[in-house]
């Protein structure tokens, strides 16, 4: 079963944490192979994925979107880290979305992310989105806002579509146990204090509020053109390996090729 099918969003995804550990994609762990043959899945694949962007920054016609969601420690940095390591940087620019500053809020909450959106020929990775925007007002806010930004997304990513955007879009999915780990394994060393923020306990808090928030805002803003799909991220193999499998069939999809020859250079010779 491709990728595409296989994470595919049901029209009412339910978050549960059992299904934050699914089996990998290539093979069981069975005998203790599986996630060896995962990284070198996932190494073949980003060789497709770096040949394949070429093509789109030869282009310079199309673009393609990617949206990482996801809890604290869901890994969307080690999905960059991992995904893009055989990118041509040049046709390659990943976006995280922090706190917004004092300008930011003067404007309207998609006028930072519209400033970010790929321009023709470039592959545009978010880290956190506009997806912040609904989540942190079904949880903390006023709900009443929540109808019309639903609307808003949807209008704004239908627009980037028609304009020639590829959407991908992704909620990487870890259970309360894992993410308990990963922040305990930043709080023990000293090395990684830098990437513990204290509000992400807060936020752990809220567990099953934030999960509902995600519920929603998928259930509301999945469509053809802007899909969602759901990657078992407890296994940081299975991870990658899905993300590299959901990346290059999107890719492969959009049928790239090479620009035209110029006709004018079959007789040039360099001297």
Known sequence: MKASKRFRTPAQPHLNDADAAATPLCASDDDGQGARHDRAESKR???????????????RDRKVLIVLQGVDCSGKDGTVHQLFR????????????????????????????????PRKGEMAVFNRS???DVLHPFV?????????????IRDFERMLAETGTTILKVFLHISKDEQRARL????????????FDPADLKHRER??????????????????HAPWYIVPADSKPHRDLAMATLLAETLEEMDLRWPPGDAKLSKLKVR
């Not at 305990?184 to 990437?195: F, G, L, S, T, V």
């Open 45 to 59: 694949l980003h060789k497709t994925i770096a040949a394949l962007q070429e093509k789109l920054y030869a282009q």
């Open 86 to 117: 055989k990118i041509n940087p040049m046709g390659l620019r990943a976006v995280r979305f922090d706190v917004p500053t004092a300008n930011e809020i003067a404007h309207d909450y998609l006028w930072r992310v519209h400033l970010q959106v």
């Open 130 to 132: 506009h997806y912040e």
């Open 140 to 152: 903390y806010g006023d709900p009443a806002v929540l109808e019309q930004r639903y609307a808003q």
């Open 184 to 195: 305990q394994a930043r709080i023990d060393d000293p090395e990684k204090h830098w990437k």
């Open 207 to 224: 567990w099953d509020d934030f999960h509902r928030a995600y519920e929603k805002a998928i259930a509301e803003t999945d469509a053809p």
